[in-house]
């Protein structure tokens, strides 16, 4: 589609006043009525986003000589990262741009580390749980790598047997996800773990969704099985800023055990006139502001304050727990973070969700088994009632509604 670029500009407060114009048809997540996609954890860590993000956003990470201010703050950020995740001394990372780019550079990097330990005579295969996210089939297209998806136990977690047997000569990673964003629960990394230590396979923890949040949780009391460095399988791991971390969107990061693992992940180059040229990520600019509204954004909280945060968020996900079973909902597994997904014997739940979406409700769906799915923030947690009294409403709709034949549960 084409678009005539304006003659003459317009003015900033026009300008201004038609983007809120614009924005009047989205999700009203400001209202608490999103459970995907945005993480609000109130209207202080957003003043903080904000304001640390413009400080810097001019700023170029792709330049740490120039802004030697960037290159601290990533540095600090990163090292609470691997504090955080039990990561030895002698770890490094990097900031990316979100989960996806984290997943890539980390498999980039695990097949750089089989091509030099092992012979590989393909491309190379990637081991995940069917609950892995989609960014490992993206990464694998682009590397020509195959993909080997293996069923998910009727707990809905990984299958470290089945995931054993589904490894060869030609495995670069076996993968499982703290937590799987379909369910929203920790695979058993510790048999991972054991599994990759046997077959001598990099294991990779996806816990962009759970790095930030699961090991708040742990010091609030609840029992956290082991899901990082601590297990000595754990290569590397993406663990997104943006979400749970609640930084401004841009920030993820992708930790590795040691620096020399990292160092598979660095692109060092130079074909051309502009001199040579050392990236550690896919991307050549690295926007500053999101690396400075991540080491304020951390700063601002600190471990008292995430703490506070993911409090709300795990006593929402258990009032929506209790309150859905109360309506004969089922909840998949046992949550322990942020994400919940329940389904219903007798009721089409996808009915249910579009009755919702009516009523305002944004959130997702999961396939196998159809589900209802909620990736809970800490402003959810006073709007957990209105949740409940919707959804009896909107069941009782769905009874009665067309059946939701060929509705197709979307993820973007
Ligand atoms: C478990 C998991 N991994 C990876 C990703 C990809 O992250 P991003 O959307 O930041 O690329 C997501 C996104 O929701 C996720 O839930």
């Given at each position: 589609m084409l678009h005539a670029m304006p003659k003459t500009g317009a003015s900033w407060d026009a300008l201004r006043e038609e983007m809120i114009q614009r924005g009047s048809d989205d999700a009203k997540w400001r209202d608490g009525?999103?459970?995907?996609y945005v993480f609000n954890a109130g209207d202080d860590v957003a003043d903080v986003q904000k304001a640390a993000y413009t400080m810097y956003m001019?700023?170029?990470?792709?330049g740490p000589l120039a802004f030697p201010s960037l290159k601290r703050m990533e540095e600090e950020v990163i090292g609470m990262g691997l504090s955080l995740l039990h990561a030895p001394e002698e770890a490094k990372g990097t900031i990316t741009s979100g989960g996806t780019d984290s997943i890539t550079m980390a498999i980039k990097a695990a097949r750089e580390f089989a091509r030099s330990e092992k012979?590989?005579?393909?491309?190379g295969n990637l081991v995940l749980p069917y609950s892995a996210h989609p960014a490992f089939d993206k990464a694998a297209s682009l590397m020509n790598l195959e993909v080997r998806r293996v069923p998910v136990g009727d707990d809905f977690l990984a299958d470290p047997a089945a995931m054993a047997d589904a490894c060869d000569e030609q495995t670069v990673m076996l993968v499982g996800s703290a937590p799987s964003f379909p369910y929203g629960l920790i695979d058993d990394i510790a048999a991972l773990s054991e599994v990759a230590n046997k077959e001598g396979v990099w294991l990779h923890v996806d816990a962009c969704v759970g790095g930030y949040i699961a090991p708040f949780v742990r010091m609030n009391g609840a029992p956290i099985p082991p899901f990082d460095?601590?297990?000595?399988?754990?290569m590397s791991m993406s663990a997104d800023l943006h979400k749970y971390g609640?930084?401004?969107?841009g920030a993820s990061s992708v930790l590795f055990r040691s620096e020399a693992l990292h160092q598979h992940m660095v692109f060092d180059t130079n074909p051309w006139p502009g001199g040579r040229m050392i990236t550690p990520t896919l991307a050549g600019t690295r926007p500053g502001g999101a690396i400075s509204a991540a080491w304020a954004v951390m700063n601002y909280l600190g471990e008292e304050g995430y703490r506070a945060k993911h409090k709300l968020v795990t006593d929402a996900r258990e009032k929506i727990e209790a309150g859905v079973k109360a309506l004969g909902f089922e909840v998949l597994g046992e949550p322990q973070l942020g994400i919940v997904a329940f389904t219903h014997k007798s009721a089409d739940v996808f009915a249910v969700y579009r009755d919702l979406y009516k009523k305002g409700w944004f959130a997702s769906l999961t396939t196998q088994p159809p589900a209802l799915h909620l990736m809970l923030s800490p402003v959810h947690n006073e709007k957990t009632d209105l949740y409940l009294n919707d959804l009896a409403a909107s069941l009782k709709a769905a009874a009665d509604a067309k059946p939701s034949e060929g509705f197709e549960a979307r993820y973007s």
């Open positions: 009525k999103t459970a995907v001019s700023e170029n990470g792709l012979e590989l005579t393909g491309g460095f601590e297990l000595p399988g754990v609640y930084c401004a969107k």
